[in-house]
Protein backbone atom coordinates (compact mmCIF):
# COMPACT_ATOMS: atom_id res chain seq x y z
CA UNK A 1 0.00 0.00 0.00
CA UNK A 2 1.34 3.26 -1.27
CA UNK A 3 1.41 5.97 1.75
CA UNK A 4 0.85 9.65 1.23
CA UNK A 5 2.53 11.90 4.10
CA UNK A 6 1.00 15.47 5.52
CA UNK A 7 3.15 18.44 4.99
CA UNK A 8 3.98 18.27 8.69
CA UNK A 9 4.96 14.82 8.54
CA UNK A 10 7.49 15.44 5.93
CA UNK A 11 8.55 18.32 7.86
CA UNK A 12 9.08 15.60 10.58
CA UNK A 13 11.22 13.70 8.44
CA UNK A 14 13.19 16.55 7.79
CA UNK A 15 16.07 15.43 10.98
CA UNK A 16 16.22 12.08 9.77
CA UNK A 17 17.34 13.35 6.18
CA UNK A 18 19.51 15.77 7.87
CA UNK A 19 21.48 13.07 9.71
CA UNK A 20 21.39 10.32 7.04
CA UNK A 21 23.35 13.38 5.27
CA UNK A 22 25.69 14.48 8.26
CA UNK A 23 26.94 10.36 8.32
CA UNK A 24 27.23 10.26 4.45
CA UNK A 25 29.55 12.96 4.51
CA UNK A 26 31.36 11.69 7.21
CA UNK A 27 31.88 8.28 5.90
CA UNK A 28 33.00 9.88 1.88
CA UNK A 29 35.45 12.32 4.41
CA UNK A 30 37.12 9.05 6.27
CA UNK A 31 36.99 6.57 3.29
CA UNK A 32 40.42 6.69 1.91
CA UNK A 33 43.53 4.52 1.31
CA UNK A 34 44.01 2.37 4.38
CA UNK A 35 40.56 2.69 6.10
CA UNK A 36 39.12 -0.89 6.93
CA UNK A 37 35.38 -1.04 6.13
CA UNK A 38 35.03 -2.24 9.92
CA UNK A 39 36.06 1.06 10.88
CA UNK A 40 33.36 2.71 8.66
CA UNK A 41 30.87 1.22 9.95
CA UNK A 42 31.98 1.76 13.42
CA UNK A 43 31.63 5.47 12.38
CA UNK A 44 28.27 4.84 11.31
CA UNK A 45 27.58 2.67 14.55
CA UNK A 46 29.07 5.79 17.12
CA UNK A 47 26.99 8.49 15.29
CA UNK A 48 24.02 7.04 15.53
CA UNK A 49 24.85 6.11 18.95
CA UNK A 50 25.66 10.49 19.51
CA UNK A 51 22.06 11.06 17.84
CA UNK A 52 20.02 8.59 19.40
CA UNK A 53 19.05 7.12 16.04
CA UNK A 54 17.72 3.54 15.29
CA UNK A 55 19.69 1.78 12.30
CA UNK A 56 17.07 -0.29 9.87
CA UNK A 57 20.42 -2.85 8.97
CA UNK A 58 21.32 -3.99 12.29
CA UNK A 59 18.57 -6.43 12.36
CA UNK A 60 17.45 -6.69 8.84
CA UNK A 61 16.53 -9.51 8.00
CA UNK A 62 14.52 -10.11 4.77
CA UNK A 63 13.49 -12.83 2.45
CA UNK A 64 16.76 -12.70 0.41
CA UNK A 65 18.91 -12.01 3.07
CA UNK A 66 20.58 -15.37 5.00
CA UNK A 67 20.57 -13.88 8.37
CA UNK A 68 20.18 -11.05 10.48
CA UNK A 69 22.39 -8.22 8.57
CA UNK A 70 24.60 -7.19 11.87
CA UNK A 71 26.11 -4.09 10.90
CA UNK A 72 24.19 -0.65 10.94
CA UNK A 73 26.04 0.30 6.51
CA UNK A 74 26.48 -1.38 3.27
CA UNK A 75 29.55 -1.08 2.22
CA UNK A 76 30.12 -2.26 -1.71
CA UNK A 77 33.83 -2.08 -3.17
CA UNK A 78 34.74 -2.66 -6.60
CA UNK A 79 32.49 -5.35 -8.18
CA UNK A 80 30.23 -5.51 -5.20
CA UNK A 81 27.65 -3.18 -5.87
CA UNK A 82 24.91 -3.32 -3.54
CA UNK A 83 24.28 -4.48 -0.33
CA UNK A 84 27.86 -5.01 0.96
CA UNK A 85 28.50 -6.25 4.30
CA UNK A 86 31.10 -4.67 5.94
CA UNK A 87 34.11 -6.82 6.34
CA UNK A 88 37.42 -6.87 7.55
CA UNK A 89 38.98 -5.04 4.03
CA UNK A 90 41.19 -2.41 3.57
CA UNK A 91 40.63 -0.13 0.86
CA UNK A 92 42.88 -0.15 -1.37
CA UNK A 93 45.10 2.43 -4.39
CA UNK A 94 42.09 2.80 -6.97
CA UNK A 95 39.06 1.25 -5.47
CA UNK A 96 35.47 2.43 -6.05
CA UNK A 97 33.89 1.92 -2.83
CA UNK A 98 29.56 2.54 -2.42
CA UNK A 99 28.26 3.02 0.92
CA UNK A 100 24.32 3.29 1.71
CA UNK A 101 22.16 3.89 5.51
CA UNK A 102 19.49 4.41 6.52
CA UNK A 103 17.90 4.72 10.25
CA UNK A 104 14.93 6.21 11.92
CA UNK A 105 15.11 9.63 13.66
CA UNK A 106 12.31 9.93 15.36
CA UNK A 107 10.15 7.27 13.90
CA UNK A 108 11.09 8.29 10.43
CA UNK A 109 13.30 6.26 7.75
CA UNK A 110 16.00 8.52 5.82
CA UNK A 111 17.79 6.48 2.88
CA UNK A 112 20.82 7.71 1.22
CA UNK A 113 24.10 6.00 -0.56
CA UNK A 114 27.17 7.67 -2.69
CA UNK A 115 30.04 6.45 -3.93
CA UNK A 116 33.90 7.03 -3.92
CA UNK A 117 37.22 5.95 -5.66
CA UNK A 118 40.07 6.00 -3.07
CA UNK A 119 43.23 7.10 -3.98
CA UNK A 120 44.33 7.18 -7.36
CA UNK A 121 40.98 7.12 -10.00
CA UNK A 122 40.56 5.24 -12.84
CA UNK A 123 38.53 7.64 -15.36
CA UNK A 124 36.04 5.47 -16.05
CA UNK A 125 35.36 4.99 -12.36
CA UNK A 126 34.92 8.29 -11.89
CA UNK A 127 32.82 8.65 -14.83
CA UNK A 128 30.45 5.67 -13.59
CA UNK A 129 29.92 7.54 -10.41
CA UNK A 130 29.46 10.79 -12.66
CA UNK A 131 27.03 8.61 -14.71
CA UNK A 132 25.00 7.36 -11.39
CA UNK A 133 24.74 10.92 -10.27
CA UNK A 134 23.48 12.10 -13.36
CA UNK A 135 20.86 9.79 -13.50
CA UNK A 136 19.84 10.43 -9.66
CA UNK A 137 19.50 14.34 -9.93
CA UNK A 138 17.10 13.86 -13.72
CA UNK A 139 14.97 11.13 -11.56
CA UNK A 140 14.54 13.96 -8.75
CA UNK A 141 13.66 16.37 -11.66
CA UNK A 142 11.14 14.23 -12.80
CA UNK A 143 9.57 13.90 -9.44
CA UNK A 144 6.72 16.49 -9.78
CA UNK A 145 3.75 16.50 -8.62
CA UNK A 146 1.26 15.30 -11.16
CA UNK A 147 3.88 12.93 -12.72
CA UNK A 148 4.01 9.35 -12.46
CA UNK A 149 6.26 7.42 -11.53
CA UNK A 150 7.18 5.90 -14.89
CA UNK A 151 8.19 9.69 -15.61
CA UNK A 152 11.91 8.80 -12.79
CA UNK A 153 12.17 5.33 -14.17
CA UNK A 154 12.31 6.26 -17.53
CA UNK A 155 14.82 9.36 -16.24
CA UNK A 156 17.17 7.12 -14.95
CA UNK A 157 17.02 4.56 -17.78
CA UNK A 158 17.63 7.37 -20.48
CA UNK A 159 21.10 8.12 -18.84
CA UNK A 160 21.87 4.75 -18.55
CA UNK A 161 20.78 3.88 -21.87
CA UNK A 162 22.55 6.97 -23.62
CA UNK A 163 25.51 6.13 -21.75
CA UNK A 164 25.88 2.60 -23.00
CA UNK A 165 25.14 1.04 -19.75
CA UNK A 166 22.84 -1.87 -18.84
CA UNK A 167 19.92 -1.11 -16.23
CA UNK A 168 19.34 -4.10 -13.59
CA UNK A 169 15.54 -4.03 -12.45
CA UNK A 170 15.53 -6.26 -9.70
CA UNK A 171 16.22 -4.10 -7.19
CA UNK A 172 15.44 -0.14 -6.71
CA UNK A 173 14.17 2.84 -5.56
CA UNK A 174 11.41 2.14 -2.92
CA UNK A 175 8.58 4.40 -0.57
CA UNK A 176 10.43 5.55 2.58
CA UNK A 177 8.48 6.27 5.80
CA UNK A 178 7.96 4.88 9.05
CA UNK A 179 10.22 1.45 7.55
CA UNK A 180 12.97 1.41 5.07
CA UNK A 181 11.16 -0.52 2.42
CA UNK A 182 7.63 0.35 1.64
CA UNK A 183 5.18 0.96 -1.89
CA UNK A 184 5.73 1.61 -4.06
CA UNK A 185 8.72 -0.10 -5.96
CA UNK A 186 10.68 2.69 -8.26
CA UNK A 187 12.61 0.77 -11.06
CA UNK A 188 15.49 2.21 -12.32
CA UNK A 189 14.10 1.92 -16.13
CA UNK A 190 10.40 2.32 -17.51
CA UNK A 191 8.16 4.02 -19.63
CA UNK A 192 7.07 7.54 -18.86
CA UNK A 193 3.17 8.62 -18.26
CA UNK A 194 2.68 5.42 -16.76
CA UNK A 195 2.44 3.87 -13.10
CA UNK A 196 1.11 5.56 -9.92
CA UNK A 197 0.53 9.29 -10.11
CA UNK A 198 2.95 11.23 -8.15
CA UNK A 199 0.92 13.23 -5.43
CA UNK A 200 1.98 15.11 -2.90
CA UNK A 201 3.20 13.59 0.33
CA UNK A 202 4.84 10.49 -1.53
CA UNK A 203 7.95 10.36 0.15
CA UNK A 204 10.64 7.63 -2.23
CA UNK A 205 14.18 6.58 -1.98
CA UNK A 206 15.19 6.79 -5.58
CA UNK A 207 18.57 5.13 -6.27
CA UNK A 208 20.49 4.44 -9.46
CA UNK A 209 22.86 1.52 -9.78
CA UNK A 210 24.97 1.26 -12.52
CA UNK A 211 27.82 -1.64 -13.72
CA UNK A 212 30.58 -1.02 -16.41
CA UNK A 213 29.90 -4.03 -18.58
CA UNK A 214 26.76 -5.73 -17.33
CA UNK A 215 23.46 -5.79 -15.61
CA UNK A 216 23.52 -8.95 -14.10
CA UNK A 217 24.38 -9.70 -10.15
CA UNK A 218 25.37 -12.57 -8.26
CA UNK A 219 24.74 -13.09 -4.38
CA UNK A 220 28.47 -13.52 -2.51
CA UNK A 221 28.70 -16.90 0.09
CA UNK A 222 28.39 -13.97 2.76
CA UNK A 223 24.57 -14.24 1.70
CA UNK A 224 24.36 -10.40 1.31
CA UNK A 225 27.21 -8.58 -1.04
CA UNK A 226 25.36 -8.29 -4.76
CA UNK A 227 28.53 -8.36 -7.12
CA UNK A 228 28.52 -8.08 -10.33
CA UNK A 229 28.02 -11.37 -12.87
CA UNK A 230 31.07 -10.38 -14.82
CA UNK A 231 33.59 -8.46 -12.42
CA UNK A 232 33.25 -4.91 -13.63
CA UNK A 233 32.69 -2.35 -11.48
CA UNK A 234 29.38 -0.53 -10.04
CA UNK A 235 28.58 2.82 -8.37
CA UNK A 236 25.39 3.89 -6.63
CA UNK A 237 23.84 7.01 -6.13
CA UNK A 238 20.56 7.31 -3.49
CA UNK A 239 18.66 9.99 -2.35
CA UNK A 240 15.05 10.31 0.08
CA UNK A 241 12.71 12.63 -1.59
CA UNK A 242 9.41 14.07 -0.64
CA UNK A 243 6.93 14.59 -3.61
CA UNK A 244 5.38 18.43 -2.10
CA UNK A 245 3.06 20.36 -4.06
CA UNK A 246 6.30 22.87 -4.69
CA UNK A 247 8.27 19.77 -6.35
CA UNK A 248 10.87 17.18 -4.80
CA UNK A 249 12.09 17.99 -1.87
CA UNK A 250 15.60 16.17 -1.11
CA UNK A 251 15.65 15.27 1.99
CA UNK A 252 19.05 13.76 2.47
CA UNK A 253 20.38 16.71 0.11
CA UNK A 254 24.09 17.27 1.13
CA UNK A 255 26.33 20.64 0.78
MG1 LIG B 1 19.74 2.86 0.70
Not at 111 to 120: E, L, Q, R, Y
Not at 124 to 143: C, G, M, S, V
Request: charged share 20%; proline share 5%.
Amino acid sequence: MIELRTPTQIEEMRPAGRFVASVIDALIAKADVGVNLLELDALAHEMIRAEGAESCYIDYHPSFGASPFGKVLCTSVNDAVLHGLPHDYVLADGDLLSVDFAVSVDGWVADSAASKVVGTPREEDLQLIEITERALAAAIEAAQPGGRLGDISYAIGTVARSAGLGVNLQFGGHGVGRTMHGDPHVPNDGRPGRGFELKPGLVIAIEPWFMHTTDEIYTDPDGWTLRSQDGSRGAHAEHTVAITADGPLVLTARD
